[in-house]
C-alpha cells in the first residue's frame, strides 16, 4: 500500500496530498470524538455507581445516614411480600421522614438496588436464608425490591406445609432462580419448645456443638447462604457439649448473659459451613442487628419512638443490650472460620451491618408492630418497618455479589 501511494504522487497529473489526508482527518477525529463520549458515559456510570469502581478498596460499613428525597423502591400497596409484623402503615405509623434517608460509606458511594441486575447475577441459581425472623425480615425486603420487575410462585408446597410461616421456597420461572427460608433462631440443635411456648421465660437448651439439621441437611445445593441471628439468645439458656450440661443463662436467679453459648453455637455453624460436604456456594454472615428498646426492655415498657437517625456523634453514646460483645464474637469467629474455609477454595463474606443499623433507632415497627401469628400489638423494636433500613442490607448483598466481594 505504501508503494502504491508513492507512485501516485510521482504521476504527472497526480492528486494533491491533501486530498487524501484529508478523508483519515476526518476519520481521525470521528474515532477521537466517540472514545472522548465512551469516556464521559464511563466517568458519569463511575460516578453514579460511587468511587469504589475504580479504587481498591472501600470499606462499606463506615458512614453515615444522609438526606434521600425520593421515594422508597416500594410501599404496603406495591409489594404483597410485607407480613403484618413489618406492616407498620397498615398498622398505623403516621411519619415517613424515616423513609427518606441513604446509608453512605465514607470512602465511595453505595449503588442503588437494581433489581434487574439482581435477577441477572443470580439466574440460573439459588439462595437461601438461614436463621430467626431478623432473616425472614431481610428476605421479605428482597421479594419486595424484585417485585418491581418479577414476581415468584410460592412453592412452598413441595417441601412443607404452604402454612408453615417458618420456612418457605420462592421460585422465579423467567430466571430459574430459588429463593429459601431456613428457620434456625440458634444455629445449632434446641429443644424447640419455643414452638409452643414463645414467651422468653422457659429455659430452652441448646446443644453447642450439634448444628441445626434444618438447615445443615439443604445448604449443599445453594450457590448462596446468608447466615443471620442473635435476638433468641437473650432468654433463658442451658448449654450442652457432649451430651452434658456445660453451662447456663439466665438461671439461679441470675439476670446477666453468658456469652459462652452464643459464641460456640456461631463457631459450630460457621466451621460446619466450611466444612459441608459438597458446598461449593458463596456464605455471608449478617452481623447482629441491633434493637433499640429505650427506658425498658422489651417486657418493661420498652419504646423505639424516634423519628431520625442517629448522627455519628449521637451514636457512640448507644449501647443496646449486649451489643457489642455479640458483635465481637461474631466477627472473630468469622475471621476464624474464613482461613479455614479459604484454604479449601471456599468464599466466605462478612457483611458488617451493626454499625450501620445501630444508627437507625427510627425504623423500628414500635407501637405499630404485630404479633405475627396472632391479631395483637406488640412493641417491637427489633424488627424493621418496610420499606425502611433494612432494604439497604440488600443494597450491600447485590453490591458484594456483583464486585465479588
Avoid at 57 to 64: D, Q, W
Avoid at 141 to 166: F, H, Q
Avoid at 321 to 343: D, K, N, S, W
Wanted: glycine letters at 6%.
Amino acid at each position: 500500500m505504501k508503494f502504491e501511494e508513492i507512485e501516485l504522487f510521482r504521476c504527472k497529473h497526480a492528486v494533491p496530498r491533501t486530498v487524501y489526508l484529508l478523508p483519515v482527518t476526518v476519520l481521525l477525529a470521528v474515532v477521537l470524538l466517540t472514545l472522548l463520549r465512551n469516556w464521559n458515559q464511563y466517568s458519569s456510570s463511575a460516578t453514579t455507581l460511587g468511587a469504589t469502581e475504580t479504587t481498591e478498596y472501600c470499606n462499606l460499613f463506615s458512614g453515615e445516614w444522609v438526606p434521600y428525597p425520593k421515594d422508597p423502591y416500594y410501599d404496603n400497596k406495591t409489594c404483597s411480600f410485607i407480613s403484618e409484623k413489618q406492616n407498620c402503615f397498615m398498622h398505623g405509623r403516621p411519619d415517613r421522614d424515616f423513609l427518606h434517608w441513604r446509608w453512605k460509606p465514607d470512602e465511595c458511594e453505595l449503588p442503588l438496588f437494581d433489581a434487574t441486575l439482581f435477577l441477572k447475577l443470580v439466574q440460573g441459581k439459588s439462595m437461601v436464608f438461614v436463621g430467626d425472623s431478623v432473616g425472614r425480615n431481610q428476605m421479605e425486603s428482597l421479594l419486595c425490591l424484585l417485585s418491581s420487575v418479577a414476581r415468584p410462585e410460592d412453592i412452598t408446597g413441595r417441601y412443607r406445609s404452604k402454612t408453615d410461616i417458618y420456612f418457605k421456597w420462592w421460585f422465579y420461572s423467567d430466571y430459574n432462580f430459588t429463593l429459601t427460608l431456613l428457620w434456625s433462631p440458634f444455629l445449632v440443635k434446641s429443644t424447640k419448645t419455643y414452638v409452643n411456648d414463645s414467651s422468653f421465660y422457659t429455659s430452652e437448651k441448646l446443644y453447642l456443638d450439634e448444628p441445626d439439621e434444618a438447615w445443615t441437611t439443604e445448604i449443599a445445593k445453594y450457590d448462596f447462604v446468608i447466615i443471620s441471628g442473635g435476638q433468641w439468645f437473650f432468654r433463658p439458656l442451658t448449654f450442652y457439649e457432649n451430651g452434658q450440661v456445660v453451662g447456663c443463662q439466665k438461671c439461679n436467679n441470675s439476670t446477666e448473659l453468658n456469652y459462652y453459648g452464643y459464641q460456640h453455637a456461631y463457631r459450630t455453624a460457621l466451621r460446619t459451613i466450611a466444612n459441608l460436604k459438597g458446598f461449593k456456594g458463596l456464605a455471608f454472615l449478617v452481623t447482629h442487628s441491633p434493637n433499640h428498646f429505650e427506658s425498658g426492655h422489651w417486657n418493661t415498657g420498652g419504646s423505639c419512638n424516634r423519628t431520625r437517625p442517629y448522627t455519628k456523634e449521637e451514636k457512640a453514646q448507644v449501647h443496646p443490650y449486649g451489643l457489642e460483645t455479640l458483635h465481637q464474637i461474631q466477627v472473630e469467629e468469622f475471621a476464624t472460620a474464613e482461613e479455614e474455609a479459604r484454604e479449601k477454595g471456599l468464599r466466605f463474606e462478612l457483611i458488617d451491618l451493626t454499625e450501620v443499623m445501630v444508627m437507625r433507632p427510627d425504623g423500628h415497627p414500635d407501637k405499630y408492630g404485630h404479633a405475627i401469628d396472632k391479631d395483637v400489638s406488640v412493641r417491637d423494636c427489633v424488627h424493621w418497618c418496610m420499606p425502611g433500613p433494612v432494604d439497604t442490607l440488600n443494597e450491600i448483598l447485590l453490591y458484594m455479589i456483583r464486585t465479588g466481594r
